[in-house]
């Protein structure tokens, strides 16, 4: 799949395999705000809702993007200029990215945990701890272990090729398409029953939270054995994201030392069959997460992308640090999407780009937005985003903030 690349997405498996590059490439600028995507496309007022994956494929083109791991154009359509908008008709993708479609569990008429409202799923009322841990033994974990006897790798290795092959056609030779979740690992069901209960759950009953960890991770096993075959049948770039909210601003959503008994040991253990191969695991960082960071290296993650600065992600210090066999690590830095990009000015843009190049890793590094670019970024900023871009392509490191290049 990796053999008809032009220059551009080359740059991008290069940078993957952190080979000597002279460019820096661009990772997906995810951008929400409609106008700002026509702009870049060159398309008319309009034009993305009407054809939302050509629009926001060529925005990503002109933009200069070289590599795309979550390929989703038509997420920009749950938002308008003032935010999420459900008069727009497409639902946001809560609960989708769950190994276990919890979603369609769900009764469709009534609120979700990230919707509002009260919660039923399949005819029952989520108004406590007990109701949680109820509903994970009566529905949930039968659920996992039917999916467990009937697995097959066969078919999964089918769809995984399937849906990266189809991707990358659509993109086409000048953007890199790389794995996104498709690795699978366990994941903190809050999602499906809301933070409150959930989250007291997680307190009052860690033995059958753990149970539920089991489960996940006896599936994603299987998961990842095809996952791996996947990767070598079908050449695909050795990259895969994981992504999963497991902080907020003041750290991991629940005690580290919990995460270290229950979680961390059926998180690497159903990541064996990836780490035996010579994919990159990066990690996508929400809130503060430096505490899980070592424990991450410590399981076999080789990167990181999505730095919330301002809430205490040292940069400077993570880039410095080695992958637990002593590589660089690689490193999806990007713009402040909660406080530059929206806030800023453009030359807070150029000032923030350059001290990311100068920071960053030797080898491995990419540039883009942290996150979901939001709505009321201004067109100003977007501009020098991908002028910054642009720059930085051509010229990787040659002249940084302190020069005459972008930065200066």
């Not at 994970?136 to 999964?156: G, H, N, T, Y």
């Not at 540039?367 to 720059?391: D, F, K, M, Q």
Request: aromatic content about 12%; proline content about 6%.
């Amino acid at each position: 799949m990796i053999s008809h690349l032009s220059e551009q997405a080359r740059l991008s498996l290069d940078t993957i395999l952190q080979r000597p590059v002279q460019g820096i490439p661009c990772w997906m600028l995810h951008i929400m705000n409609h106008e700002h995507l026509e702009r870049l496309a060159g398309a008319g007022q309009g034009a993305y809702v009407r054809d939302p994956d050509a629009v926001y494929t060529a925005a990503q083109r002109n933009a200069g993007v070289c590599m795309i791991d979550q390929y989703i154009p038509e997420n920009p359509l749950t938002m308008s200029t003032a935010g999420y908008d459900k008069q727009l008709g497409v639902t946001p993708p809560a609960l989708d990215y769950l190994p276990y479609s919890p979603i369609d569990l769900m009764d469709s008429d009534i609120g979700g945990a990230t919707t509002g409202g009260r919660i039923l799923i399949n005819g029952m009322w989520i108004d406590s701890p007990e109701a949680v841990v109820e509903h994970l033994e009566r529905f949930v974990f039968p659920r996992i272990e039917r999916d467990i006897a009937s697995f097959d790798e066969d078919r999964r290795v089918a769809e995984i090729l399937a849906e990266e092959r189809s991707a990358q056609d659509r993109l086409g030779p000048d953007i890199l398409k790389t794995g996104f979740n498709f690795v699978f690992f366990p994941y903190l069901y809050y999602g499906l029953y809301g933070y409150e209960y959930y989250f007291m759950a997680y307190a009052l009953y860690p033995e059958v939270i753990e149970r539920h960890f089991l489960l996940q991770a006896d599936y994603a096993l299987l998961n990842n054995r095809a996952a791996a075959r996947a990767y070598a049948a079908g050449d695909l770039p050795p990259f895969q994201r994981l992504d999963f909210d497991m902080a907020d601003s003041r750290g991991t959503l629940v005690n580290i030392k919990s995460l270290d008994r229950i979680w961390f040991p059926h998180f690497a253990r159903c990541l064996e069959p990836i780490l035996r191969t010579d994919v990159r695991l990066v990690w996508h960082c929400d809130g503060n997460l430096m505490q899980m960071i070592p424990r991450l290296l410590e399981v076999g993650v080789t990167g990181f992308q999505g730095f919330q600065y301002e809430h205490g992600m040292d940069y400077t210090r993570i880039c410095a640090t080695k992958t637990r066999d002593g590589r660089d690590l690689l490193i999806l830095a990007g713009l402040s999407v909660t406080t530059t990009l929206p806030f800023g000015t453009p030359a807070d843009v150029r000032r923030e780009m350059a001290f990311l190049v100068e920071h960053g890793p030797p080898t491995g590094l990419f540039l883009g937005g942290s996150s979901t670019i939001t709505p009321e970024t201004p067109w100003e900023n977007i501009e020098a985003l991908v002028e910054g871009v642009r720059y930085y392509r051509s010229h990787g490191r040659g002249q940084d903030a302190g020069g005459d290049g972008f930065g200066g």
